[in-house]
C-alpha cells in the first residue's frame, strides 16, 4: 500500500521535473516570472523534505502503565482515512468511545476486531441499561465495521493501525482497568513497512471473523 505522502512526494517531484526542464530550455516565461519560479521551488524543497521524513520510520515512544489513553485518543482523533483496531477486551470505556464515534463522523474508515469473551458481549449491561461491553449497536450506526473471533482460542492482540502508517502495539486492552488501573506496556511509532505488516495479519484475520457475537 503507497503512503499518502509518497503520492504527494511523487507529485511535487513531477512538477519540479517539468519546471526544471524549461528552465534549461531557457523559457521565456520563467525568466519574466522568476520570483515566482524561486518561491515555488522553495516551496516544493520543503515539501519534499517533509513527505520524506514522514515516509520514514519515526522514533518510537514507550507508554508504561496509565500513558497509553491520551496517545490513543490523539492517534484515533487525528487519522483522516482509516483506523484498524484488534484487540483482545475492548468494553464501552467511554473517552474512547467518544473518540471514536468523533473520527467516525469526519468519514474516517474504522474497522474494529474483537475477541468473543463475555466481557465485550455488546448484549451486557449493568442494572441501569448501561452496555458494559462494546457498543456495537451505536457504533455501526456511525458506519463502524465490527468483527469478532469465531475460534474457541483466545484473539489476544492489541494492535491498533491509524493510516496505514502509525501504530499502537503492546499489553493495554482498551478497557477502564486498562488504562486506569493495570501495569502496561505499549510501543507506539510510526513506521509505513511495520504498519503494512500488522494491516496483512489484520486482513487475514478479518476474512475469518463473524458479524455476530457469539461464545
Not at 517533509?50 to 497509553?68: D, E, G, R
Not at 469526519?106 to 452496555?131: H, S, W
Request: charged share 25%; hydrophobic share 35%.
Amino acid at each position: 500500500l503507497i503512503n499518502k505522502y509518497i503520492k504527494d512526494c511523487q507529485y511535487y517531484g513531477q512538477i519540479l521535473i517539468i519546471m526544471l526542464y524549461f528552465y534549461g530550455k531557457g523559457g521565456k516565461m520563467l525568466k519574466k516570472y522568476h520570483k515566482i519560479v524561486i518561491i515555488t521551488l522553495v516551496f516544493i524543497s520543503l515539501s519534499l523534505g517533509l513527505c520524506c521524513a514522514k515516509t520514514f520510520p519515526q522514533k518510537p515512544k514507550i507508554l508504561f502503565n496509565n500513558q497509553a489513553l491520551n496517545p490513543i485518543i490523539d492517534l484515533i482523533e487525528n487519522a483522516t482515512e482509516t483506523i484498524d483496531i484488534q484487540m483482545f477486551s475492548f468494553t464501552n470505556y467511554d473517552p474512547i468511545i467518544q473518540a471514536i464515534k468523533k473520527s467516525a463522523q469526519k468519514g474516517v474508515e474504522i474497522r474494529i476486531y474483537a475477541d468473543n469473551q463475555d466481557a465485550n458481549n455488546p448484549q451486557k449491561k449493568n442494572k441501569e441499561g448501561k452496555i458494559l461491553g462494546l457498543p456495537e449497536a451505536d457504533l455501526e450506526e456511525l458506519g463502524v465495521q465490527i468483527r469478532w473471533e469465531t475460534s474457541s482460542k483466545y484473539m489476544h492482540r492489541k494492535i491498533a493501525i491509524f493510516d496505514q502508517e502509525n501504530f499502537i502495539i503492546g499489553s493495554t486492552n482498551w478497557t477502564k482497568n486498562g488504562f486506569q488501573e493495570n501495569d502496561e506496556a505499549d510501543i507506539v511509532m510510526s513506521d509505513c513497512d511495520i504498519a503494512c505488516q500488522l494491516a496483512e495479519q489484520f486482513e487475514k484475520d478479518w476474512q475469518k471473523s463473524s458479524q455476530n457475537f457469539s461464545k
